[in-house]
Protein backbone atom coordinates (compact mmCIF):
# COMPACT_ATOMS: atom_id res chain seq x y z
CA UNK A 1 0.00 0.00 0.00
CA UNK A 2 2.27 2.69 -1.01
CA UNK A 3 0.12 6.14 -0.61
CA UNK A 4 0.47 8.84 -3.16
CA UNK A 5 3.25 8.19 -5.22
CA UNK A 6 4.55 11.48 -7.23
CA UNK A 7 6.94 11.20 -10.21
CA UNK A 8 9.60 12.67 -10.78
CA UNK A 9 11.37 13.35 -7.55
CA UNK A 10 13.21 15.95 -9.11
CA UNK A 11 13.76 17.90 -12.32
CA UNK A 12 15.69 20.68 -13.96
CA UNK A 13 13.64 22.63 -16.90
CA UNK A 14 14.82 25.32 -19.18
CA UNK A 15 12.50 27.91 -19.68
CA UNK A 16 10.03 27.53 -22.56
CA UNK A 17 10.08 22.98 -21.90
CA UNK A 18 7.27 21.35 -21.11
CA UNK A 19 6.96 18.48 -19.16
CA UNK A 20 3.85 16.69 -17.19
CA UNK A 21 4.41 15.33 -13.15
CA UNK A 22 2.36 12.33 -12.55
CA UNK A 23 0.59 11.41 -9.61
CA UNK A 24 -1.04 8.11 -8.64
CA UNK A 25 -3.06 6.86 -5.44
CA UNK A 26 -4.05 3.81 -4.23
CA UNK A 27 -6.23 4.17 -1.33
CA UNK A 28 -9.90 4.53 -4.11
CA UNK A 29 -10.02 8.39 -2.46
CA UNK A 30 -12.61 10.40 -4.97
CA UNK A 31 -10.89 13.72 -5.09
CA UNK A 32 -6.98 14.01 -5.94
CA UNK A 33 -5.11 17.63 -5.43
CA UNK A 34 -1.96 19.46 -6.70
CA UNK A 35 0.13 22.13 -4.64
CA UNK A 36 2.88 24.07 -5.02
CA UNK A 37 4.65 25.05 -2.42
CA UNK A 38 7.07 27.90 -1.85
CA UNK A 39 9.02 29.60 1.12
CA UNK A 40 6.60 31.78 3.04
CA UNK A 41 3.48 30.73 1.40
CA UNK A 42 2.48 27.66 2.68
CA UNK A 43 0.87 25.26 0.15
CA UNK A 44 -1.16 26.93 -2.54
CA UNK A 45 -3.92 24.71 -4.78
CA UNK A 46 -3.48 24.60 -8.16
CA UNK A 47 -5.87 22.59 -9.54
CA UNK A 48 -7.98 19.64 -8.21
CA UNK A 49 -10.60 17.02 -9.10
CA UNK A 50 -13.46 15.99 -6.81
CA UNK A 51 -14.34 13.02 -8.73
CA UNK A 52 -13.28 11.68 -11.80
CA UNK A 53 -14.14 13.23 -14.84
CA UNK A 54 -14.00 16.67 -13.35
CA UNK A 55 -11.63 19.34 -12.68
CA UNK A 56 -11.51 22.60 -11.44
CA UNK A 57 -9.17 25.60 -10.61
CA UNK A 58 -7.60 26.47 -7.46
CA UNK A 59 -5.83 29.19 -6.31
CA UNK A 60 -2.98 29.46 -8.83
CA UNK A 61 -3.69 27.57 -11.87
CA UNK A 62 -2.43 30.32 -14.61
CA UNK A 63 0.34 27.92 -16.48
CA UNK A 64 -0.89 24.62 -15.45
CA UNK A 65 -3.04 22.09 -17.13
CA UNK A 66 -4.12 18.60 -15.52
CA UNK A 67 -6.08 15.27 -16.51
CA UNK A 68 -8.11 13.18 -14.29
CA UNK A 69 -6.73 10.16 -16.08
CA UNK A 70 -8.69 7.68 -13.92
CA UNK A 71 -9.85 7.41 -10.45
CA UNK A 72 -5.78 6.45 -9.70
CA UNK A 73 -4.06 9.05 -11.38
CA UNK A 74 -3.92 13.25 -11.39
CA UNK A 75 -1.32 14.43 -13.78
CA UNK A 76 -0.13 18.48 -13.65
CA UNK A 77 1.22 19.46 -16.97
CA UNK A 78 3.25 22.68 -17.75
CA UNK A 79 3.22 23.50 -21.20
CA UNK A 80 5.92 26.34 -21.29
CA UNK A 81 7.91 26.56 -17.73
CA UNK A 82 8.83 29.96 -16.39
CA UNK A 83 11.26 30.43 -13.90
CA UNK A 84 8.08 31.77 -11.62
CA UNK A 85 7.22 27.83 -11.33
CA UNK A 86 10.23 26.88 -9.64
CA UNK A 87 8.95 25.06 -6.73
CA UNK A 88 7.87 21.83 -4.84
CA UNK A 89 4.90 20.20 -6.01
CA UNK A 90 2.65 18.11 -3.88
CA UNK A 91 -0.27 16.19 -5.08
CA UNK A 92 -2.58 14.62 -2.19
CA UNK A 93 -5.52 12.94 -2.25
CA UNK A 94 -8.83 12.41 -0.10
CA UNK A 95 -12.38 10.39 0.01
CA UNK A 96 -14.33 13.42 -0.76
CA UNK A 97 -13.71 17.06 -1.03
CA UNK A 98 -15.15 19.60 1.69
CA UNK A 99 -16.03 16.82 4.55
CA UNK A 100 -15.67 17.62 7.92
CA UNK A 101 -12.93 15.64 8.91
CA UNK A 102 -11.58 15.53 5.06
CA UNK A 103 -7.96 14.25 5.42
CA UNK A 104 -5.57 15.11 2.84
CA UNK A 105 -2.50 12.43 1.96
CA UNK A 106 0.18 13.68 0.29
CA UNK A 107 2.82 12.57 -1.93
CA UNK A 108 6.60 13.09 -1.26
CA UNK A 109 6.53 16.51 -3.42
CA UNK A 110 8.68 16.92 -6.67
CA UNK A 111 11.01 19.28 -6.97
CA UNK A 112 11.20 21.22 -10.08
CA UNK A 113 13.98 23.80 -10.89
CA UNK A 114 13.28 26.01 -14.09
CA UNK A 115 16.61 27.90 -15.75
CA UNK B 1 -3.18 37.03 0.82
CA UNK B 2 -3.25 34.30 3.03
CA UNK B 3 -6.77 33.22 4.08
CA UNK B 4 -4.90 31.83 7.72
CA UNK B 5 -2.05 33.70 8.87
CA UNK B 6 0.36 31.53 11.47
CA UNK B 7 2.68 33.10 13.90
CA UNK B 8 5.33 33.09 14.63
CA UNK B 9 7.27 32.41 11.14
CA UNK B 10 10.29 30.70 13.11
CA UNK B 11 10.76 29.41 16.33
CA UNK B 12 13.66 27.79 17.91
CA UNK B 13 13.67 26.63 21.12
CA UNK B 14 15.98 23.95 23.38
CA UNK B 15 14.72 20.94 24.48
CA UNK B 16 12.56 20.41 27.14
CA UNK B 17 10.98 23.71 26.79
CA UNK B 18 7.52 24.53 25.89
CA UNK B 19 5.99 26.28 22.58
CA UNK B 20 2.75 27.56 21.17
CA UNK B 21 1.69 28.20 17.29
CA UNK B 22 -0.86 30.59 16.28
CA UNK B 23 -3.54 30.28 13.32
CA UNK B 24 -5.75 32.42 13.40
CA UNK B 25 -8.17 33.86 10.63
CA UNK B 26 -10.89 36.32 9.77
CA UNK B 27 -13.29 33.56 8.00
CA UNK B 28 -15.06 30.89 10.35
CA UNK B 29 -13.87 27.70 9.61
CA UNK B 30 -16.18 24.25 9.94
CA UNK B 31 -13.17 22.45 11.10
CA UNK B 32 -9.72 23.03 11.43
CA UNK B 33 -6.58 20.59 10.96
CA UNK B 34 -2.78 20.57 11.88
CA UNK B 35 -0.43 18.86 9.55
CA UNK B 36 3.29 18.60 10.14
CA UNK B 37 5.78 18.02 7.36
CA UNK B 38 9.42 16.87 7.83
CA UNK B 39 12.32 18.23 4.80
CA UNK B 40 11.98 16.27 1.94
CA UNK B 41 7.95 14.74 2.36
CA UNK B 42 4.80 15.45 2.26
CA UNK B 43 2.59 17.22 5.04
CA UNK B 44 0.78 14.52 7.39
CA UNK B 45 -2.10 15.41 9.29
CA UNK B 46 -1.78 15.10 12.95
CA UNK B 47 -5.32 16.32 13.99
CA UNK B 48 -8.65 17.54 13.29
CA UNK B 49 -11.08 20.17 15.30
CA UNK B 50 -14.47 20.16 14.83
CA UNK B 51 -16.51 22.51 17.59
CA UNK B 52 -15.73 25.60 18.80
CA UNK B 53 -13.73 25.78 21.84
CA UNK B 54 -12.99 21.88 21.11
CA UNK B 55 -9.09 20.60 22.67
CA UNK B 56 -7.64 17.43 21.80
CA UNK B 57 -4.30 16.31 23.10
CA UNK B 58 -1.81 13.76 21.38
CA UNK B 59 0.56 12.86 23.89
CA UNK B 60 2.77 16.12 24.73
CA UNK B 61 0.88 18.11 21.58
CA UNK B 62 -2.30 19.98 22.63
CA UNK B 63 -4.65 21.36 19.94
CA UNK B 64 -7.11 23.75 20.49
CA UNK B 65 -9.80 25.46 18.34
CA UNK B 66 -11.07 29.18 19.09
CA UNK B 67 -14.49 29.40 20.32
CA UNK B 68 -15.65 31.45 17.12
CA UNK B 69 -14.21 28.52 14.85
CA UNK B 70 -11.95 31.25 13.29
CA UNK B 71 -8.48 30.85 15.03
CA UNK B 72 -6.16 27.48 16.73
CA UNK B 73 -3.24 27.04 18.70
CA UNK B 74 -0.93 24.13 18.40
CA UNK B 75 0.86 23.85 22.12
CA UNK B 76 4.00 21.43 22.77
CA UNK B 77 5.09 20.03 26.00
CA UNK B 78 8.60 19.51 26.73
CA UNK B 79 9.61 19.76 23.24
CA UNK B 80 12.08 17.08 21.77
CA UNK B 81 13.98 17.07 18.80
CA UNK B 82 12.03 14.60 16.74
CA UNK B 83 9.32 17.41 17.24
CA UNK B 84 11.11 19.38 14.21
CA UNK B 85 9.30 20.22 11.32
CA UNK B 86 7.09 22.61 9.71
CA UNK B 87 3.73 22.99 11.48
CA UNK B 88 0.51 23.83 9.06
CA UNK B 89 -2.65 24.88 9.78
CA UNK B 90 -5.87 24.46 7.16
CA UNK B 91 -9.26 25.60 7.53
CA UNK B 92 -11.95 23.48 5.93
CA UNK B 93 -13.97 25.93 3.99
CA UNK B 94 -15.53 23.72 1.07
CA UNK B 95 -12.00 22.83 0.31
CA UNK B 96 -8.77 22.77 3.00
CA UNK B 97 -6.96 26.41 2.72
CA UNK B 98 -4.00 26.25 4.06
CA UNK B 99 -1.22 29.05 6.73
CA UNK B 100 1.97 29.50 5.27
CA UNK B 101 3.48 27.44 8.69
CA UNK B 102 5.81 27.74 11.21
CA UNK B 103 8.82 26.18 11.09
CA UNK B 104 9.62 24.51 14.56
CA UNK B 105 13.40 23.94 15.65
CA UNK B 106 14.17 22.00 18.47
CA UNK B 107 17.99 21.49 19.63
CA UNK B 108 19.26 19.12 21.80
Known amino acids: NAGVTQTPKFQVLKTGQSMTLQCAQDMNHNSMYWYRQDPGMGLRLIYY???????DKGEVPNGYNVSRLNKREFSLRLESAAPSQTSVYFC??????????????FGPGTRLLVL | TQLLEQSPQFLSIQEGENLTVYCNSS?????LQWYRQEPGEGPVLLVT?????EVKKLKRLTFQFGDARKDSSLHITAAQPGDTGLYLCAGAKYKLSFGAGTTVTVRA
Open chain 2, 49 to 53: VVTGG
Open chain 1, 49 to 55: SASEGTT
Open chain 1, 92 to 105: ASSEITGGLRETQY
Open chain 2, 27 to 31: SVFSS
